[in-house]
């Protein structure tokens, strides 16, 4: 019997976007999935040889980079975070998009502009690309690690900047923050593993071209 694909997919913000591809592509989670009140991670589908599991999308990244997932989707942003060399992201479907933006309060004193800088104190959860980018432009990056509430960071005096995802801005906007500096501009990728693509070579090829076919739809229409 072959071996099932599991593919991984991520909870929040780009889930939603997703289930409609996935369905286009012949792929539908059981009823279960769907129940709020159901707190299982792994889910069967309506095919048989391809099973689901919803981690967080910095874990999808890792679930598919060392092959415990085959496939999954998940955003750019990710994808160069980690950096995987075991990950290969063959499609870009055009779902989920936002930017990787740096932020600061809207009332910064003057004469704080990065051009006049050698150093910055950053909150962010996306520590290595926040690092290359700032080292782009010569400055050396402080990084302060959080997981979530970056907009908190600095009304309460843990850093002056934060590099966070933007969509529409209102949060941002919410909490006194002005965005000022785009690092990367972010849509959802599927992503696949390697080894994974040349060993499940009957199946896995066919189902990453089912979703290139619906991606180039899906620009087309936009």
Known sequence: MNRPITFAIPKGRILDEALPVMREAGIEPEPGFFDKANRALEFATNR???RIIRVRAFDVATFVAHGAAQIGIVGSDVVEEFGYSELYAPVDLGIG?????VAEPKD??????LSTLSHVRVATKYPELTRRWFAAKGLQAEIVKLNGAMELAP???LTRRIVDLVSTGQTLKENGLVETETIMDISARLIVNRAAFKMMSGTLPALVERFRAIAGGVREAA
């Open 155 to 157: 009304a309460l005096g």
């Open 97 to 101: 998009k936002c930017r990787l933006s």
């Open 108 to 113: 910064a004193e003057p004469g704080q502009a």
């Open 48 to 50: 048989d040889d391809v």
